[in-house]
């Protein structure tokens, strides 16, 4: 307690562990170790921790993913996509799995021919998000994009 007549020091008053209270009105010194883990994604709230409730981690967004086989894409159908923006990159560490966001239109995944191929076409992309460039890009039957050009 900082009393008014009193002189301003840089050192804080010493807090005894007896006039510590938890959220629930009891006194509990603090530990060296985290309190109890009660399982099921809360920590332990019983008076005896004195621990907070915590939330858990929020779920992970699943990637984005092809569409069913029962979608109306016809079979040997391959179109250009003229002037679109990429607003979005996704990769994950496997073997030829990247992904463009492509505005206005959604995902697409880049072809996984070779993974030389799918280096190229991420760093296309990369560039003409990083330099929010116009791109065309042909997209084919099996809604992979085979070919990227950046203007």
Known sequence: MIMADAQPT????????????????????????????AGGGAYD???AT??????PPPALQSAPTLPTSGSSI???VSAWQNNK????????????NSWIG?????WRKLAPGTE???????MLA??????????????????????????
């Open 85 to 96: 923006q990429i607003d979005a990159l996704w990769t994950i560490n496997e073997d030829r």
């Open 126 to 151: 990369a560039h003409a998000r990083s330099v929010n460039a116009p791109v065309n890009y042909r997209d084919e039957s099996d809604n992979l994009v085979h070919e990227i050009y950046v203007w």
């Open 102 to 106: 492509v505005t206005g239109v959604g």
């Open 74 to 76: 016809g079979s040997g």
């Open 10 to 37: 840089l050192m804080p008053e010493r807090i005894d562990s007896d006039s510590i209270q938890s959220p629930g009105g009891s006194t509990s010194a603090p530990t060296q170790s985290p309190p109890a883990f």
């Open 116 to 122: 030389t191929s799918v280096i190229a076409l991420s």
């Open 50 to 55: 004195g621990a907070r409730l915590m939330s």
């Open 45 to 47: 709230t019983s008076a």
